[in-house]
């Protein structure tokens, strides 16, 4: 078996991001990448200056969860247990958050909970609480479509 055979077999179960940032200075920095900001630009949205931020991402200094807390609520979608230990994907997947509500509402709190800072929390419930009113509507206008159908072909 070739070496490169052995790699993809080995390692193709886990994702790209585990392998190459395996520091919170490489996970912060590519971060930010993704949402093309400059340092200057997220060390304002989070209260920092420019020289800390560019401290965080080289290593300099070490990432807390309070900073780290910062920066996912400067970037709600950012998963805060990838961003501290790698492990998971770097973004939460909103929309299996939101069908998984439907499941279970309780898992759902108790996940934000456990990986989101207060203010992410905060904005997940709200963007739940505006999801079952969509979804209520919509299932209401599909009701009354299917009625006024219903007469249609009646008549």
């Known amino acids: 078996m070739s070496i490169l055979t052995y790699f993809f077999i080995h390692y193709s179960k886990k994702t790209a991001n585990q392998y190459i940032m395996k520091t919170a200075g490489e996970r912060l920095k590519a971060i ?3 949402f093309k900001d400059t340092q200057g630009t997220l060390a304002k949205k989070i209260a920092l200056t420019q020289e800390n931020l560019s401290k965080y991402e080289t290593g300099e200094r070490p990432l807390s969860r309070g900073v780290a807390e910062k920066i996912q609520s400067a970037y709600p979608t ?6 501290l230990t790698g492990e ?8 299996k958050l939101v069908d998984g509500m439907v499941k279970s509402r309780f898992w759902v709190d108790a996940l934000v909970e456990h990986y989101c800072s207060r203010v992410a929390q905060e904005t997940g419930r709200s963007y739940l609480e505006v999801y079952e009113e969509i979804r209520s509507s919509a299932q209401q206008k599909h009701k009354d479509f ?3 159908k219903t007469e249609v072909e009646e008549e």
């Open 32 to 34: 930010r990448k993704h």
């Open 146 to 148: 299917l009625s006024m």
């Open 78 to 83: 950012v998963n805060l247990h990838w961003l």
């Open 88 to 95: 998971g994907e770097m973004l939460l997947n909103v929309e």
